[in-house]
């Protein structure tokens, strides 16, 4: 069974910083990895799919890397709209789907 | 647009069935090959994935919920739903419905959530 672990669980940063999220797996699964954005009250929101690619409508602040077992979230210049809460998901064969405890970010 | 919306009853008994039910509206649950999951969030809680079904009814499902779920799918009313049996406590959260692309399984589309409390 993989495990997806979030790290740091709280990051406070201020508008127009840099964001780093980590997201490592407990073994290598697929490359089809995906990240989501939850805000307060609303339902998530699909920014990354396939480890790197924007869904639409995305803005191009974000951006996701990494394989294997180490995947990265990074929003290179932060908008207030941007502090939510962020989730890690992959796809593998058991179990099907696997999701991350999650980061929040919060404004410092 | 394609949209989803959840009902179902919003208070069920311990040991009862929790029923909802995920209405497709914009387009149809046949066209294409994606999946159609539920996935809930405890209060305060991260995102847990119940499980899915296609549209031709293959079913995948978490395995730590023991057996409990089933997933159908009803083409004629453009709907998919949830029965979980045995509730308890652990079992409140928002529960949301969700499309998931046919290659990757990435939830593309969500409904809005519907809360479900286990209580007496």
């Known amino acids: ?108 | 647009q394609l949209q989803l919306q959840e009902s179902g009853s919003g208070l069920v008994k311990p040991s009862q069935t929790l029923s909802l039910t995920c209405a497709v509206s914009g387009g149809s649950i046949n066209s294409g090959s994606y999946s159609w999951s539920w996935i809930r969030q405890p209060p305060g809680k991260g995102l847990e994935w119940i499980g899915y079904i296609y549209q031709t009814g293959g079913t995948y499902y978490n395995p730590s919920l023991k057996g409990r779920v089933t997933i159908s799918l009803d083409r004629s009313k453009n709907q998919f739903s949830l029965s979980l049996r045995s509730v308890t406590a652990a079992d409140t959260a928002v529960y949301y419905c969700a499309r998931g692309d046919p290659r990757d399984d990435a939830f593309d589309i969500w409904g809005q959530g519907t809360t479900v409390t286990v209580s007496s």
């Open chain 1, 1 to 108: 069974e993989i495990v997806l672990t979030q790290s740091p669980a709280t990051l406070s940063l201020s508008p127009g910083e840099r964001a780093t999220l980590s997201c490592r797996a407990s073994q290598s699964g697929s490359s089809y990895f995906a990240w989501y954005q939850q805000r307060p009250g609303q339902a998530p929101r699909l920014l990354i799919y396939d480890a790197s690619y924007r869904a639409a409508g995305i803005p191009a602040r974000f951006s996701g890397s990494g394989s294997g077992t180490d995947f990265t979230l990074t929003i290179s210049s932060l908008e207030p709209e941007d502090f939510a809460v962020y989730y890690c998901q992959q796809r593998s064969n058991w179990p099907r789907i696997t999701f991350g405890q999650g980061t929040r970010l919060e404004i410092k």
